[in-house]
């Protein structure tokens, strides 16, 4: 199975409704055709709109930036997958280091929304990363690789084969710093080894994984030409068609 390269956008809590129409309508107009997947991460009211905007644009997709976990009921505030699903989405980002760090948002949690993502037919874009002091304590691929398990590790092959992972070390985001292509490489074939060990060669071969933190037109072809390294979610920069259309033709 082929590994996708993809290119994510992830508004965060940006753009009124006029203005996210206008951004997407020209990532829309200027996209080249390509075979790498261009992913709008946007925040809920702009779902269903944009959805008709790019409609008949195959490869871009859809996220939203998070789910709520249980089906429906009494959770004033919040969105379920099918609410998702039934507006457009393709995929979702989950667990995102924002919502861990401002919503308390841990694995176990994370792990119940990745399961009914799934189970709506949409596909999570999970993160996963380290703080700086786990970095400087030299425990990175110890915390990355218990993220990862919690996560992800009891789910089944085909489950697997539809989740999209997003390593963004906490201390490059929004922060302008960005890890270096060699610090990306390296996390990103320790969690293909992880992937690789629970669920097979295979599907880990075919798992994308992206980079994320202060991807950059000026970065993003060093970055995108590491191994294991097949895109990126991209903060900032994606709220610039012409600086994520750049990004999005880096690879
Ligand atoms: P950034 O954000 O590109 O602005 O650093 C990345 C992210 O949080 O996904």
């Given at each position: ?17 006029n ?6 309508q020209?990532?829309a107009?200027?996209l080249?055709p ?12 702009h ?11 195959s ?11 249980e089906?429906?009921?009494a959770y ?6 099918a ?13 995102h280091?924002e ?7 841990a694995d ?10 799934l189970k709506?037919?949409?596909?999570p874009i999970?993160?996963?990363?380290e ?27 085909e489950?697997?084969?539809r989740?999209?992972?997003a390593y963004?070390p ?16 390296d996390?990103?074939?320790y969690i ?8 097979g ?31 990126g ?13 750049a990004?999005?033709s880096?690879?």
């Amino acid at each position: 199975m082929e590994r996708k390269l993809i290119a994510a956008g992830n508004w965060k809590m940006n753009m009124d409704y006029n203005e996210g129409r206008d951004l997407a309508q020209a990532v829309a107009s200027g996209l080249q055709p390509s075979d790498v997947l261009v992913i709008m991460g946007t925040p809920y009211v702009h779902l269903k709109n944009i959805s008709g905007i790019i409609k008949d644009i195959s490869n871009i997709k859809l996220a939203a930036q998070n789910c709520h976990q249980e089906e429906n009921g009494a959770y004033t505030g919040e969105i379920s997958a099918a609410m998702l699903k039934s507006c457009g989405v393709d995929f979702v980002i989950l667990g995102h280091s924002e919502r861990r760090e401002y919503f308390g948002e841990a694995d176990e949690l994370i792990a119940k929304k990745i399961d009914i993502v799934l189970k709506y037919g949409m596909q999570p874009i999970y993160c996963c990363g380290e703080k700086l002091e786990v970095r400087e304590a030299g425990k990175h691929e110890e915390l990355v690789g218990e993220q990862v398990k919690t996560a992800l590790y009891h789910l089944t092959k085909e489950q697997m084969q539809r989740v999209v992972i997003a390593y963004e070390p906490v201390w490059a985001i929004g922060t302008g710093k960005t890890a270096t292509p060699q610090q990306a490489q390296d996390m990103h074939e320790y969690i293909r080894s992880l992937i690789r060990k629970k669920f097979g060669q295979e599907v880990a071969d075919a798992t994308t994984i992206l980079y994320g933190g202060s991807v950059k037109p000026d970065n993003a072809q060093e970055l995108f030409s590491q191994p294991d390294v097949d895109g990126g979610l991209v903060g900032g920069a994606s709220l610039k068609a012409k600086d994520f259309l750049a990004i999005a033709s880096s690879f």
